[in-house]
């Protein structure tokens, strides 16, 4: 029987790559939603049993989330959650602002009515899982934000808008019950962006 270690090797190769994704995507939503806290000291060995995955896949996990700025790399000593502080949300949400502006001017310009169509769409969804409780609302609310941005034809603008969305998303988490977030109307906002 002949194996083809091509493909033997490819298969491998997937199977690690969809643990690390996974291992990635499960540690970033932990530190955006709070559940690491910052500064927090991230243990490879507390994280794989936590997680139930081996060591590579946290150790590039976490590579992963230094570039996005979400986990820091400690010399000598291992990864902790990145600190938080009134300077870095203040430049965060500046940086948010102007890139998703220029995002959002480029896709108006761009629109095309299936765009237009897909953003109804994106909003809608959104919304039912907000009035549901839907566990899902948190991807969908950035998925319509992103989806308002899909039409402006720029790769690198995109990903660092995505970027500073889960940024700015986990400031959002710990301010938790602040007054002054309560007092937002983000339904309307929404509504309004999308009547424009």
Known sequence: MNFDLTKLNQSAKNTDTSTTQKTYLALRKMIVAGDIKPGEKLKIEGLRKLLDTGASPIREALSLLTSDNLVERIDQRGFRASPTSRKNFEEILMLRCELEDTAFRQSIENRTPEWEEIVVLSHHRMVRAQKSGDAA????????????????????????????????????????????????????????????
Request: charged content about 20%; aromatic content about 12%; hydrophobic content about 35%.
């Open 137 to 196: 609302f948190e991807d969908l609310h950035k998925s319509f934000h992103m989806t308002l941005l899909g039409c402006c034809d720029a790769p690198i603008l995109l990903k660092f808008c995505s970027q500073l969305y889960n940024l700015n998303i986990r400031y959002r988490y710990l301010a938790g019950s602040a007054m002054n977030y309560k007092r937002r109307d983000v339904t309307s906002e929404h509504h309004s962006i999308i009547a424009s």
